[in-house]
């Protein structure tokens, strides 16, 4: 049986409220930053969530291991989650993710930039031999 985790932390980076969107399903690993303004409540996340779920932005997929998961005893449950809670920030795989995303999208403004400053001076060579042609014409 395969198992879907699904987990938002939001924690204060200067000067923003950042969350973290970390999701794991089927083997695969994905995390979305959002950037909130000010401090966001409750319902706030969650309607941001709801209204932009579609929008967001996805590391490429992860691999991760399986671990045989076994019946956790409650009282160890409820420890866990109150370690969880106390603990600030995200963790490496997060990060590692992130850090991906970040180089992916650095070498599309890289290619997107290079093709625009490839059109602009095929423009202006265009631009040149149409001058030198009305020139020529001596009109």
Known sequence: MD???????VFFEEPFWIGIYEREADGKYEVSKITFGAEPKDYEVYEF?????????????????RIAQKRINPKRMQREIKNQLQNKGIGTKAQQALKL???QGKLERK????EQKEAQKERRFELRQEKR???????
């Open 3 to 9: 198992q879907t985790m699904a987990k938002l932390t």
């Open 49 to 65: 969530l709801l209204m932009n779920w579609k929008g967001l932005r996805f590391s490429k997929s992860m691999e991760v291991e």
């Open 101 to 103: 995303q970040q180089e």
């Open 111 to 114: 290619k997107y930039s290079r």
């Open 133 to 139: 042609k009305a020139k020529h014409k001596g009109h």
